[in-house]
């Protein structure tokens, strides 16, 4: 047992007992590693540092009314930074390889899983690394991923209650054709002097448009975004937009539910039809929206006046989470139990 106030857990990295790592040498994945420390080894040349060669994910496990320990859709998270491994040049963890690790890292971290209905949840961070020693623009020979655990709580601090944005023409996230779609550290670096600057002018997130004409919705910070509008689901398509496993979820839901869905290109003014709008993805699910403000045009756009979320996204939010939780039939096979 821990001494943890689970109630009171921020979204921050708390120290558990074990990481498990697995290097990459000679052309192959080595033998998985079990480590306590909190640290790595590694040369001032590794390629990560130098040319960014790093990509990394974010998945959860919890503990559920039954007793036991679920996580959610591993082979998807599996899937994607094979995607990212690709894109950046580096060999691709094979999912058996990731898979086993996830599950290392969660059984010898067991008793840092938050307790059914703290609010709070057992947070996985596997990331690849170049670590070999590399002075020249190109990819490396040595690798390694590592995954370590941490308890948090809600990512934004009202947990599921509206939040606010304001759009940025100021900063792109991320460039077309470049690495918006892949989940690498680079475009969360880019991030930062946006985000610094709307969350000292008040607000919870900034809010990106296209980056190549302004004029289409992208992303809500480093969230995807959703709306609602009569009985349809409507979320951006774009190549510089994460493909988040949870909207991926919610749309499966939405159509499970009777709704339509439509992935497409958003005119930024279509925001003043939608009734509902929020942010989705592993830290938050998903993150209602109470009004965007855009400076240049002088606008905001409510979508909540009480900061309660809409009845469509209560509806999947209620969903989503029975189903991570076990208390809903895994009808689409999402789930693996933790023995």
């Given at each position: 047992?821990?001494?943890?106030?689970?109630?009171?857990?921020?979204?921050?990295?708390?120290?558990?007992?074990?990481?498990?790592?697995?290097?990459?040498?000679?052309?192959?994945?080595?033998?998985?590693?079990?480590?306590?420390?909190?640290?790595?080894?590694?040369?001032?040349?590794?390629?990560?540092?130098?040319?960014?060669?790093?990509?990394?994910?974010?998945?959860?496990?919890?503990?559920?009314?039954?007793?036991?320990?679920?996580?959610?859709?591993?082979?998807?998270?599996?899937?994607?930074?094979?995607?990212?491994?690709?894109?950046?040049?580096?060999?691709?963890?094979?999912?058996?390889?990731?898979?086993?690790?996830?599950?290392?890292?969660?059984?010898?971290?067991?008793?840092?899983?938050?307790?059914?209905?703290?609010?709070?949840?057992?947070?996985?961070?596997?990331?690849?690394?170049?670590?070999?020693?590399?002075?020249?623009?190109?990819?490396?020979?040595?690798?390694?991923?590592?995954?370590?655990?941490?308890?948090?709580?809600?990512?934004?601090?009202?947990?599921?209650?509206?939040?606010?944005?304001?759009?940025?023409?100021?900063?792109?996230?991320?460039?077309?054709?470049?690495?918006?779609?892949?989940?690498?550290?680079?475009?969360?670096?880019?991030s930062l002097r946006a985000h610094v600057k709307a969350a000292k002018e008040g607000y919870s997130c900034e809010f990106y448009l296209d980056p190549r004409t302004k004029k289409y919705i992208e992303e809500c910070g480093a969230a995807n975004f959703i709306a609602v509008k009569g009985n349809k689901y409507i979320t951006p398509e774009s190549d510089s937009i994460l493909p988040s496993i949870t909207n991926k979820s919610l749309q499966q839901l939405a159509l499970d539910m009777g709704m339509e869905v439509e992935c497409r290109k958003i005119p930024v003014e279509e925001l003043e039809t939608f009734e509902e709008a929020g942010a989705c993805g592993t830290a938050a699910v998903i993150s209602p929206i109470g009004y965007i403000d855009d400076p240049e045009n002088g606008k905001r756009y409510t979508f909540s006046k009480d900061g309660q979320p809409g009845p469509v996204f209560q509806k999947l939010y209620n969903r989503l989470r029975d189903i991570q939780y076990g208390i809903e039939p895994d009808v689409h096979h999402w789930v693996t139990v933790i023995d």
């Open positions: 047992m821990t001494d943890i106030d689970w109630a009171n857990l921020k979204f921050s990295y708390t120290p558990t007992d074990y990481n498990v790592r697995c290097y990459f040498r000679n052309g192959k994945w080595g033998a998985i590693e079990v480590s306590s420390s909190e640290y790595i080894n590694l040369h001032m040349a590794a390629s990560c540092l130098h040319y960014g060669q790093n990509g990394w994910e974010g998945q959860k496990a919890f503990r559920c009314p039954d007793g036991k320990i679920r996580t959610f859709r591993l082979e998807e998270n599996a899937a994607r930074l094979q995607s990212t491994c690709r894109a950046m040049m580096m060999p691709e963890v094979p999912t058996e390889l990731f898979t086993e690790m996830c599950l290392k890292a969660i059984k010898l971290n067991e008793r840092f899983v938050p307790p059914y209905e703290t609010g709070a949840a057992l947070y996985i961070r596997p990331i690849v690394l170049g670590t070999g020693a590399q002075l020249g623009v190109s990819p490396t020979d040595e690798y390694l991923i590592i995954i370590f655990v941490t308890p948090v709580g809600p990512y934004f601090k009202g947990g599921f209650s509206a939040t606010n944005y304001v759009i940025t023409r100021e900063f792109d996230r991320a460039a077309p054709q470049g690495t918006g779609k892949y989940k690498v550290g680079g475009n969360y670096g880019a």
